[in-house]
């Protein structure tokens, strides 16, 4: 097993939202490519979310530090749980700050 983030979204069904995973996931896999922070490893969804899979490269805080940001200049950082997998299997949610929430991956 790998550290992972998880960045996941709320499905509603519709394929506008199915087609904004994908632009995402491509900005994602695009900012990465220009640095060594993490690699972006592809996406699911079911059960009414959507995944979008993140290995990091050393830091965490860098990682999610350039996910937010682009998830907010894309207006999605607000309908986003980024979630923390370490090597252990323990999730963190490490997005919002505060969640009080319970995380399952499904």
Known sequence: ?????????TQVGAAEEWERLIHIEEVLIQAF???D??????HDFGNNTM??????????????TIIKAHLKHHNMLDGALIIRRPK???YKVAWPENYDGEFERI
Do not use: C, E
């Open 1 to 9: 097993m790998r550290n992972t983030i998880i960045v996941q979204f």
């Open 33 to 35: 490519s220009q640095n």
């Open 37 to 42: 922070h993490a690699k972006v490893d592809g």
């Open 51 to 64: 995944n979008i899979f993140v290995f990091p490269r050393g830091s965490w805080g860098s990682a999610i």
């Open 88 to 90: 252990n299997g323990r």
